[in-house]
Structure formats: structure tokens, C-alpha cells
């Protein structure tokens, strides 16, 4: 599986962007779909994960109530919409992906920088 992450930017504090993940490949293989950011000199963190339907959705508590993921399995997509960000948002942002058997793919990255 393939990913490729899109949508990062500059945007100040209290704005918004949307981030997608596209898969290719082995699609009919993935099940759970995530988004994770590193911050310079910070371990990567989970930000938000939803299972394979979408029934499952979990968020950080850092970001409940402003971001928001989903996905559209007709596309192979996956979406972080991140409203009202903060300086502490900034960070580059991940996708990752686990398959039926448990493996694990990444994407490269796309960094999110928010300034104050």
C-alpha cells in the first residue's frame, strides 16, 4: 500500500486546513486509518484513528472539539479536517495505515505550520 499525504500549509492561529491521505495499491487490505504528527524534538503522537467502516473514531484530547477525521473507502481516502489550530498544532503530519494481518504503512509527511 501507498500512501500520499496532502493539504499542509501556513495558516495562522485560529484557521482551518484539511488534510488527505489517498491510498493505492492493496486497498482491499486496509483496515484501520490513522493520523499522527511529530513536533520537532517530540516523539509522534496519535492524533485521531478510525476503523475500517468508520463505527470507530477515536481523538486526542489535544484536539477533540477542533479536528475531526474521516474517510471515503469508495476513494481510498482518509481526512483531517483541523479547525481553530494553535501554534502547538504545528508539527509535520502522518498517515498510517494497518492492514488485515496487522502490518503497518506510512506516508511521508506533510507539515502543518501554525503561527501566532
Known amino acids: 500500500v501507498h500512501l500520499v499525504e496532502s493539504g499542509g500549509g501556513l495558516v495562522q492561529a485560529g484557521g482551518s486546513l484539511r488534510l488527505s491521505c489517498a491510498a493505492s495499491g492493496s486497498t482491499f487490505s486496509i483496515n484501520t486509518m490513522g493520523w499522527y504528527r511529530q513536533a520537532p524534538g517530540k516523539q509522534r503522537e496519535l492524533v485521531a484513528e478510525i476503523s475500517s467502516g468508520g463505527g470507530s473514531i477515536k481523538h486526542a484530547d489535544s484536539v477533540k472539539g477542533r479536528f475531526t477525521i474521516s474517510r471515503d473507502n469508495a476513494k481510498n481516502t482518509m481526512y483531517l479536517q483541523m479547525n481553530g489550530l494553535k501554534p502547538e498544532d504545528t508539527a509535520v503530519y502522518y498517515c498510517?495505515?494497518?492492514?488485515?494481518?496487522?502490518?503497518?504503512?506510512w506516508g511521508q509527511g506533510t507539515q502543518v505550520t501554525v503561527s501566532s
Open positions: 498510517r495505515i494497518t492492514n488485515w494481518v496487522g502490518l503497518d504503512y
